[in-house]
């Protein structure tokens, strides 16, 4: 059986993306089967993550497979002061996979040289975050039948959010109408995200929402924590243009359609759940058959 | 497949109540099973519970399902601030069924009414417990050989109690022939709970176990917390009267048998373990087949 | 089905150690079997061993079994005040089989004589930890095709170290050709075990590992804590002189193999990793092996 990492989706090419999402459609909605009967997924999350945890642990049960959780960090012999690629090396003998998540940028790239079995990064450093970006991308084609030609719009903290970015990345790939980058000027993405993006598609910086909402076929909105902010005044004065509501959607389009990674803490107003622009329960139901994609995807299972 | 929910005991008739007992005793002792092969159980505790947690995961193994850990409530994305039904919502996308631990009353039955999954109560607020009163019953059955006309007391804290008046609900529906609600003036149920039995059964407020321990068939014991008292002195005065012992059970008829939820902490004396009074082992083992019967009476296996 | 304890390698004769260190090769390297097919392994750490339980959890789920964890100390019911005996009953009604590790001295051995049901342990007090000893002694069978006749060194704190003691009763039943304990004289193995060597085998303690590393085949390393010398200056005096590098290697014969229980926070210089000497990460993935041979040895599947 052949293996493969999936570290950062700018790694693989239109056509293995096109692959993934193609598997996932096929385990939606997820059903028991055994592909990967007798596999044992490893989770070793050093930044905790109930969520995304919880979400491969019942794609790769649904698989056919079983899980061994490698703990917390501050649980694990790190906290004893062993090195980084000890740890890895040995939780690599109790699995056939290794999914990892790190606050630090390129803590997944570094495990997917050292080891010998597939790695898959559940997020690590503000960048990558692979398998989020391959749920966005299925939600969009699942919800508009096509990932091209679409405007978008992604409001929110683009300097830090880890899911955000990996969103931009990810969605440039695919030919946007137009990408607008909505956030306060000091949330703006970093240089080297502006650079990638410049290579690949018409964006424009935006700061209200209000100014282009009339125009989207997707919102995609995450949180803007004040602890960002030097100046908690600023945060004050800000953090009402950013949040959605129906107000906000009066101008809106009726096919516009609204995406959030969740957990979401009033940055999207409850009152907006029951209008058909709230897309983001039915993304976040759609982590797990992304995944179980993905699980097939990095173990040598389906695809061509 | 159908679906059903268990929030609280009070919802189903008598008959329901036996089938669920009669299914259980098919799973005494534990072995083995197919019937939920390819399903999973989502494990959303709210309130810590290590025992509960792996009596239900158990039972999901012994059926051939497996369980999804939704993680302790400090690490989950509530500590991040995000709503409720957020957080339900999205768990109930990784799994068939959901059991839940909170500490609102009210807790499950807003997750069933919210959810399209079965959703089981493990214990919501002060009163409802309902898999905890099923293996209740199904103990008191299976070593007395019926449920109805039995003298019965519940001894301890009847106010807080989430077990003892749990089990005071479900047992007055089966006809004793009577309840004695023994505690200390501080600690009587609550006035929503007299009412209940009030339309059910006869039930008596008792202050000392001496006066009816020669009468009954069960004693049902539970914890009595020094925090409940607001006044220290007055829990080291009475905290002796609610302890079971040689001493207590000298007055005991034969085959008085006694119950307690666990865990204890001094409530029993250790010296009544090897007596034939004891049967609270015996209860706790009991928790495993009857979840199994829960499990598969909410999913839709077995039963009429 | 038969079933029996691990609590001590003391317990078991030598056939029985070869038994089990046969049937470890036959999972050597670990494969998905249906040997242990729906029965459930309990995992009752009262002290917090991720890695160890990973290891077991995976071998249990290689050998197509399950595991329940019955939680972190902090969070079970003893926390609350609940005797020992009572948690252990409880738990034992989860599970077919019960891994349990523990600070005190003799915890295990209590719980199999309390339990119905098998009783592994995975390490209790200071001396016994008998699936570390016997994937030890695997690893030695495998890299040197014998486990007699053998020149060993055991380093680092022989006084506390729970794998090292482990060790050093467990190859003393094998006729080592010398066994050499290495450490500073705080150190020393206690007079139990050095009277227990006694009676078996030729040892020698020693203080400087240079004056022996020229004669051995095996050097197994242990880590030296700080906080074990009443005076640090001590400490720092003498820690040097147990680093294993590549410079006090010079002296060893080409066919020395280095082991180590693991984690290490020093103590084996990440130089010494690429050398044919270093065979701990080798040691490390016979951990699941081992567990499996062991866990099939106590359920009683396999063996004579």
Same sequence: chains 1, 2, 3.
């Avoid at 570290?7 to 096109?18: H, N, T």
């Avoid at 389009?253 to 058909?276: A, F, K, M, S, W």
């Amino acid at each position: 059986m052949s293996g493969r990492d999936l570290v950062d989706l700018e790694d693989l090419d239109e056509g293995e993306i096109r692959e993934i999402l193609r598997m996932a459609s096929g385990h939606d909605p997820p059903r028991a089967t055994r592909t990967l009967d007798g596999k044992i997924l490893g989770l070793a999350f050093f930044e905790p993550s109930t969520r995304t945890k919880a979400s491969f642990t019942s794609a790769m049960l649904r698989l056919g497979g079983s899980v061994v959780d490698m703990g917390e960090p501050s649980t694990t012999s790190l906290a004893k002061g062993e090195g980084f690629s000890d740890t890895l090396r040995i939780l690599s003998g109790y699995c056939d996979a290794l999914v990892i998540r790190h606050k630090l940028d390129g803590a997944a790239r570094y495990a997917s040289e050292l080891l010998d079995i597939p790695v898959v990064n559940a997020g690590d450093g503000s960048r990558a975050h692979p398998t989020q970006a391959l749920l966005d991308l299925y939600t969009i084609g699942k919800i508009k039948g096509r990932l091209e030609g679409l405007s978008v719009g992604v409001l929110g903290d683009l300097k830090y959010g880890r899911a955000a970015n990996s969103f931009i990345l990810a969605i440039s790939r695919f030919s946007p109408k137009v990408l607008y980058l909505i956030s306060p000027p000091l949330l703006r993405p970093r240089r080297e995200v502006l650079e990638a993006l410049r290579r690949r598609t018409d964006f424009r910086i935006v700061e209200n929402p209000r100014d282009v909402i009339g125009e989207l076929d997707i919102l995609y909105v995450t949180r803007i924590q004040r602890e960002r902010f030097p100046d908690p005044e600023e945060y004050e004065r800000v953090k009402n243009s950013y949040v959605v509501d129906l107000e906000l959607l009066k101008e809106a389009r009726e096919d516009l359609r609204i995406l959030h990674p969740l957990p979401r803490v009033g940055e999207i107003r409850n009152e907006v759940d029951g209008t058909p622009f709230a897309a983001y329960f039915e993304q976040a139901r759609n982590g797990v058959p992304v995944r179980m994609a993905v699980l097939e995807w990095v173990l040598g299972h389906g695809g061509a």
